[in-house]
């Protein structure tokens, strides 16, 4: 009997993450000073997206690069008492960046292109064919459904276990179900007993 | 500190090393040391909510161990020496990643997540290529940096000097932005990473092991040379010569007898209970190549060729033709008589394939016992550069191989294999630089751990 393999179905729920644009001409130590001129309670984006195809490579490693050593410097500058006792608890905690998503056309990506970008200090996505806007609205929308739910939450627990402290815990319940044998698992398991090695079986 | 796990990575005292030449090496393996890390310091009272953690490296261990940490309230400094994190994974459209794929045949492996009920990894996933899981990742550790104030993360930042144990704390100075500042911490955790996979030789550079490839694309009329015996080298075989992206999806269209994957865990179990407790390769060898061979005999009774008068597996050959119908000509040539220490998974599945090629294909191709000699670039001189040998031709040869068991090489000179479009070099990996000058090596490099973290 071979084993019935079970696929994950691939329930692209778009996944909720907030998604901005950064447009060519836009320079990236002012995108950098206004990630931290805002208040603590209004983060901005969490991913932004530049396009290769609207940017130019050298043009678009460039304000990568440049983006992570300007906020690299603003992180130091602004936690400068925190340096010594880092750990302690400031009032305005630095901004936390944004994820740097750089989005490509099909069959641009050579291996070395890709590798300048990841290098500099971004992600790289491949756009669909059919994408054609640099609409943010778009690129954002397909972001999520690219990164969709399943890629960062686990799969809902199947079981509980019962943490009250009375009477004995269920053990059972720490152990996923793929373990735990049903009827037909055993009726299997004594099947197998039955059936010959295969590298006993005679040429 | 008594705790059997810390010992076994202590390099310097308070400070443990998860990163470098270890084995198994999969992602997955690497976060399960880092979580374990983080709880057995826990328990030891070696971090806490007075004694922070340092974490080298924002990788996949060293984001693991960061996130679980903070998440407990330890506070947590975690460095890296690139710009951002997940840098290996971030340019890479073709690697597929899976958590579990590799501990085929193992019960969960079917199910195709995770073994434990939650709380789950700091970065769980379910399988996806490598550029979007590094961002999904990097959304991951922004999201705890958020929820975590004592969770500090510095890019382009680097542990200058040799830190030093003062009193019951480690002493740690770190380089930043041509900036020193020191600290103490309960405990520093490097997950520097296992090194650099090597995709060169002499003057030619193949495309690295994280490089977005053409390899799956590659098509009937092309030859490909595959120098290498290790996982890098048969992952690529497999999707050089399938088109598909992960060993998962060849195997789950074979419909091969459960009764298989029970005989062949007990070969594997046997094989690594050798392993575990070697150093080189004349403790491995003969384990190895036993492997080798119980793979192989198993792989010629379910193909037992045209001629034989037995018939395989019902759907097998059918499902093998379908695999392979516009396979490029592809050889893999690795030194020995068999391949490195490798997931069985990859090592079934290419001598599956290969068997089925030869037996019923006419074409052979594996080369055991060969090494790579000269790659010449044709109509062009290689310079190192990727960019300069990919999509052009090259003439290689090879030499007889001696046993891996000495390094004494064969007197017989190199002779001419032919020419190739796409020549793929996976000579294992080069170790990382020392971290700091006097740290030990890990004691027990070769491991065997968990698949459940509780």
Redesign the interface.
Known sequence: ????????LEDHKPFP?SIGRVAPGSEPETECARLFERSHNA?GP??VVLDADEWGLDSLVDW??RF??SY??R??ESSSGA??N??L??RT?PP??????VTVSPGT????R??R??????????KPPALRSYDVEDVARWVRT??AD??????E???V?DESGDGPSDLA????P??RLSDEDFA?LLE?GR?A???E?GD | MADPFLLAHLVNPLFVDIGGRLAPISIRDQMVRARMAVDRALLERLIGSSRPLLVIGAGAAGATAAIHAAARGVPTLLIEAAPAPFLRQAGCLTRWVDPVQYDWPVDHWQAGHYPWVPPPMPLPWRAGPANRIALAWTLALNRARRRYPRLLVLYRTTVSGTPTPVGNLLHVTIATRARLFSRSFGLALSCVGAGTEISTHGNYAGLDFWSTDPFQTLTLGDRVLISGGGDGALQDYLRVITHERSAETIYSRLGIPIGIEGFLQSAEDQANRVYVWGSEARHDHDALLRLHQIHQDLASRLLPGPGSGKPPIPGLLSALGALTASAPDTQLLYPCAHFSRCYGLNRFLVLLLATYLERYRGKTTLLPGRNLGSVTGVGHICSQSPAVCSGQLHDVQASPASDCRTSKRPPAPASPLGTFDVVIVRHGIKAPPPLFAGARPVQQPRQVLPYHVA
């Open positions: 009997m071979a084993r019935e393999i079970r696929h994950h993450v983060q969490e991913a990568v690069q992570h050593e690299l410097t992180q130091i340096w010594v880092a750990f608890p400031t905690p936390v960046p944004p994820a740097l998503v990506m050579n291996g070395e890709e590798g970008i990841s290098a500099a200090g971004a992600v790289v996505l491949e690219e990164l399943h890629l960062l939450f686990p799969p627990p199947v079981a276990p319940a720490y152990v996923d793929v373990y299997e197998r059936t090695n295969p590298l079986v």
